[in-house]
């Protein structure tokens, strides 16, 4: 038998007793972003909570009212390249003048979504509230210098105006107006391009929402505001006159009331926007009713409300006429009609933050020994890849990066009470010709739907645009509404053959139906009903 021999062993070499080189320090690493687009640790923090409210916000579904009727008016402006001159849309309405002060942002509006589908008007939805966060957040941390007073006031500002930053519709665009012009006017330094500016954003805004006046009263108290102070500090008339603040401010106002004049119907939006808020029928719906403590907004309003004197309370900081004119002004405002409370809580939360900083800052640390953020690239590189994450994965995000997929299905994009299959139903008696002949009766919550999605051959009763129904069709459809005890002559008098219900707000009026030999309920979900007369009139 041979042995096999095993090869010896080749001698240690001292070179491989010696540790490994030691890594690289990435703190040694060269930062190579330039300068001016390096960031701080704060924007890049606020930029993740920016892109997550962008997120929560684009798969927010869309909401089932006043968003479709606008869309069904820029369909009509689209189509017929031109504002009709009385109501388009609502038979009952027909020969009603017509001025149209949200015209570019339905154009826009249905631009988009004939370009981009339904994941557009998500899109335009979480960016029009999330521009408004930024520049809160950008004005706040100005002024205060905390991140922490800076987000809790944006917080605060969104808990007052959730009720109404939850349906989409023309006014977000009217707040955000609102948002830049408050930017604007309370920037330490006046800019000259200001000037240009504020006459650009008033000329954009009335033609986008009618909201416009609103912006007048800012600027009119900021510069009755700033005489007063005045005229108590010098006593005497000459130095408001001499002041260059209440000039550019009186000035600023002139231009913008110049500027709200290009749009297609001159001074007549002023008449039809100051009509709108003493409309009988407007004062009928409860977002128009004063403020109450029993409605979610209200309590949060109060909550804001006690907040504030607290803090004007203690806050070391000097209070300006201003403040008080625009505070109590727009709070009076708003408790007379609850729909002014978005024009109130931006200037709530912004003054909440200013004294909340020169609080804290005069029990902490003055605001002169803060040291400021340092910027780095790697917040750079952070800021940036929360934005684009953020924007990436919402439907209009992967839409624009991977087109139309088909995948996404319209039923998981709106409310939960959008009359989706009602709608269907309707479109199938139509595809049979089935619908019944003469005006038909729907819910106000679901015209604006009915007009964008139904069938023509449904002649829609009443929408949101409730200040173009006649007085007498107004209040015949809240009698009908109402289940009142001459309800079915008022539907025999307009010849209605078919009611189209949704179970949330007219239970009563659908069970009266129900119990009614004349009429049939030919199809019922969790959300509507639908009934036929049986036999038509």
């Known amino acids: 038998m041979t042995a096999v021999m095993t090869p010896p062993e080749p001698p240690i070499r001292a070179e491989s007793l010696q540790p490994p080189p030691p890594l690289a320090d990435a703190s040694m690493l060269e930062d190579k972003v330039p300068e001016g687009l390096k960031a701080s640790r704060v924007l890049a923090g606020f930029s993740v909570f920016v892109g997550l409210l962008f997120l929560f916000l684009s798969f927010r579904p869309l909401w089932h009212t006043d968003l479709w009727g606008h869309l069904a ?20 309405a027909s020969g009603v003048r017509f001025v ?51 987000l809790a ?27 830049i012009l408050l930017t604007l006017v309370t920037s330490r330094h006046h800019r000259r391009w200001h000037w240009f500016a504020v006459p650009l954003l008033f000329a954009a805004w009335a ?3 009618g909201s416009f006046f609103v912006g007048f009263v800012l600027l009119a108290g900021l510069a009755a505001g700033r005489a007063i102070d005045l005229a108590v500090r010098c006593g005497e008339s000459r130095a408001v006159h001499r002041d260059s603040q209440v000039r550019r401010y009186v000035l600023m106002l002139e231009l913008a009331a110049v500027a ?37 907004q209200g309590q949060a309003t109060a909550a804001i409300g006690m907040l504030l004197m607290v803090l004007y309370r203690m806050s070391p900081r000097r209070v300006t006429s201003a403040e008080v004119l625009l505070l109590f002004g727009f709070g009076a405002a708003a408790l007379w009609s ?47 890849g929360a934005i684009w994450f ?23 994009m709106v409310s939960s009470q959008t009359p989706l299959g009602v709608v269907q139903y309707l479109k199938k008696m139509a595809e049979e010709k089935k619908i019944p002949r003469g005006q038909a009766f729907n819910t106000y919550e679901w015209g604006d739907y009915l007009l964008w999605s139904g069938p023509k051959e449904v002649k829609v009763f009443v929408a949101s645009h409730a200040h173009l129904i006649p007085r007498e069709v107004w209040s015949d459809y809240v009698a009908i509404s109402n289940g009142s005890a001459d309800w079915d002559d008022r539907l025999d008098r307009y010849g209605v053959n078919l009611i189209i219900l949704d179970e949330a707000t007219h239970d009563g009026l659908i069970r009266k139906l129900r119990e009614n030999d004349q009429w049939s309920a030919t199809y019922s979900d969790n959300v509507g009903t639908v009934f036929v007369r049986k036999k038509p009139i």
């Open 260 to 296: 709200t004049l290009i749009n297609p119907y001159g001074l007549g939006l002023y008449a039809e926007v100051l009509s709108i808020s003493s409309n009988p029928n407007v004062a009928e719906l409860v977002e128009w009713g004063p403020l109450q403590l029993r409605m979610s």
């Open 338 to 384: 609850s729909r002014m409370l978005v024009w109130w809580i931006p200037l709530a939360a912004y003054y909440g933050v200013v004294h909340a900083s020169a609080i804290w800052h005069a029990w902490m640390q003055p605001l002169e020994t803060l040291a400021p953020s340092p910027r780095n690239g790697r917040w750079s590189v952070i800021t940036v």
């Open 100 to 150: 149209d002060t949200a015209w570019l942002t339905q154009v826009i509006g249905y631009a988009m979504y004939d370009k981009f589908g339904f994941t557009s008007m998500s899109f335009l939805y979480a960016t029009s509230i999330t521009l408004m966060a930024v520049l809160l957040l950008y004005r706040g941390y100005q002024r205060s210098q905390s991140a922490g007073i800076t």
């Open 207 to 209: 033609n986008l929402h």
């Open 73 to 92: 008016y820029g369909r009509t402006l689209v189509t017929t390249r031109s504002l009709p001159a009385t109501e388009p849309l609502m038979p009952l």
């Open 390 to 412: 953020c924007v990436a994965i919402t439907p209009f995000g992967g839409r624009l990066l991977h087109g139309d997929n088909g995948k996404l299905k319209v039923a998981r």
């Open 153 to 179: 006031g944006l917080l605060l500002w969104m808990w007052g105006c959730w009720q109404h930053l939850n349906i989409i519709r023309p006014q977000l665009a009217g707040m955000l107006c609102f948002t």
